[in-house]
Each structure stands twice: as structure tokens, then as C-alpha cells.
């Protein structure tokens, strides 16, 4: 019997110790002194109990305090950990629950990492948009930040009305005027593992491509001086991106000297500043012109002939109706058909051969139209004997024979 009974007590004594236990838990709780043991990559929000010089110690509601020192204290920005102060509640994030000394190893800068992380994949599923700033740049694109993280805008994701703003070749030249502006983005990629977070300022605007141009076009007016980017060439001119509206400088509108592609003096991506001549606001089209904003050199050189005077020129041109002839300075005059002989003639080319050099007489300077008129039958006219004679007494000699004719 008191075998059996030794037994008994024997088989009964894990029951009581596990009583035990549970009563001692139910204590522990019961007096507020239950323990949560954090575990290892968790964040939790602590309070600073302590800053001294290389460490941070951080109550997380655990016996004795975390500690945040060695790299993971010097991981710290200097300016952010000056901000921080005894009493402050901070996330924190648990390295080591239990290091071989029995400390729990905390990070700050890992909390607010994952927080980051956290944040970005949930605007990823929302597609929420946040405002931030641009804080640097590279080759590709700007730099925005989401909380500790950086983000990337890559070029093709920069709002319309930035885009049309950029110049220059280089990333220095392109970006470096926008670091400082404020900008709202969206997430569009997160890759956690190679720490890739893309963003897009395109996708949080509203702004399109049409209801830019309309608004660009509501603030222009005729006769305004602005700044564009070349955005394309073709045979009949050039389009020129002015805060994101493209305006159209038509090949006759590019340059006062005679060219036949734009790309004689323009390409694309260049900045110019261009003269705004028409909108149709109906149509949405603007008219561009940049010689408009250049001296205009065929005034200074028809200012060297008049009306009457006899002047050598060579035949660049023949046509139906009459003949160019390329003058001194090389401003350039028509000989109408009518003009060429006292006979009637079907074709220039009956009087006269491309490359001849001959003597003609200006009849009509019209500077509004870039045009002067010259004469070949009127060279000897009596109408003109009185201001002939004018030009040889001032030593005016337009033809060899001239010349050689002595002075009277």
C-alpha cells in the first residue's frame, strides 16, 4: 500500500508543478509584470530611456532595456539624432532578442526603413499619391524621397509641365534647377530585395497632354517673346515645345537667309527663344517664328540701292515669268519677263543664260516684301539719263564700260 501510495505521489507531482506555473503566470499578470519577449525582426515602438555617447538605450516593455550602439548607432544621420530626446516614443526594430551578453539589440534607422518599405507597398496597392521634394538627380531621372527611402522618377514619369522645362544635354544641365521644387508622386514599383522603389509624378497629376495645351494657349499672346525646346524637325519646319505646347516655326519662319531643312540650323532638343505671330485657338495650332527675333539683314543691304540706279547682277534663275539675278551682297532681284526686252518673248531663256553677268536698272524696292524689281530693256532708257550722268559725276561705276569712260 505505501508502495502504491509513493507512486501515486510521485505521478502527481508534474501536475502540481505545472499548477504552480500557471499560478505564477496568473501572478505575474495579475501584479502588471508580465513579460513580452520581442522576437527577432519585429518593430515595436519604445520609449528613450537614455542618450549617451555612441548608444540610445530604448524601454520596449521588456525587463531591462534595448540598446541601439555600435553601427547601428552611427547609422543614425547626425541632424536626425539630434532631434531625439529621453521620453521620446521612437519604432525600433529587433536585430538580436538576446545577443551572447543577454542585450537586446535594437535599430532605429532598420524601423524606419521597414516602416518606409511598409508604407510604399501599401501606396502601391492604393495608388495613392504623396507630396514630397526633389532631393537630388542622375542620369536617368530626379530623386524623391519616402520617408528614409529613396525613390526614383525616371525621366519618362516626370509630369508633362517639368518636361517641357528640361535643357541641356548633361544630368547636371537637365535636373539640377528642380532639386528644392516640391512634387506629388505615386508608387509604381517596389522591389524590396534590390531596394528599388519607382515612382511616377505622371501617374498623380491629372494634367494631360490636351488640357495642357489648352491652358498654355488661354495664356498666350500674339507678338510674346518666349523660351522652347525643339521637339521635332520636318520638310516644312519645326516644332517647339513652349511649357508643354507644341508650336509650329514654318521653314520660312526659321531663318532670313534662303534654307531648304530645319535642320540646316536647328536640332532637336535645342532651347531657342521663339516669337509667338498667331493662335488659332479653334484649332489649337500656334504659329512660331524666330527670325523675327533676328536683325532683319536684307534691310541693311537694300539700303544700298535706290530706284533708278544701274547695278551689275549674275542670273541665278530662270523661270516663265522672268529671271533672278543675284546682286552685290548677295541680295537677290527679279527681272520680270516684260522687263527683259523691247521685244516679246515667250521665255527668259531667249535673252539670257544662268551665270551671265549683266548691267540692270532697279525700278522698285519693296522692303515689306523682301522684294527688289530690276530692268534689263530700261538699262539705256532716256527716263533715266538725267540721274545716269548724276552717277557718273559722283564716280558711281556699275558696268566695265563705265569704267573706262573718263570723268567729264
Known sequence: MEQNASFQNQGEQPENNMNDSNNM?????????????????EIRNG?????????????????SEGVISGKEFEAIPSTELATLSVGQEIPVYVVNPEDQNGTLVLSYVRAREEVGWQQAEEMLASKGSFHSKIIGFNKGGLIVPLGTLRGFVPASQIALSRRANISGDTPEQKWSKMVGMEVDVCVIEVDRERRRLILSERAASTETRETLKERVIDELKEGEIR???????AEFGAFVNINGADGLVHLSEISWDRIQH???????GQEIKVKVISIDRDKKRIGLSIRQLQDDPWSSQAAAFTVGQLVQGKITRLTKFGAFAQLEGDIE???????????????????????????????????ANHRIGLSLRRVDSMAYAEMDWQALDEGDTPSDEQDETPAA
Do not use: C, M, Y
Request: no cysteine; net charge negative; aromatic share 2%.
Open 333 to 367: 532681284g527679279l527681272i520680270h519677263i516684260s522687263e527683259l526686252s523691247e521685244k516679246r518673248i515667250e521665255h527668259p531663256k531667249e535673252v539670257l543664260h544662268e551665270g551671265d553677268t549683266v548691267t540692270l536698272r532697279v525700278i522698285k524696292i519693296d522692303p
Open 227 to 233: 523660351s522652347g525646346h525643339v521637339t521635332s524637325l
Open 47 to 63: 520609449t528613450i530611456a537614455s542618450i549617451s555617447q555612441g548608444q540610445i538605450l530604448v524601454s520596449v516593455g521588456t525587463k
Open 262 to 268: 530645319p535642320s540646316e540650323v536647328l536640332k532637336v
Open 25 to 41: 503566470a496568473s501572478l505575474l499578470e495579475k501584479e502588471g509584470l508580465g513579460i513580452d519577449f520581442p522576437s527577432q525582426g
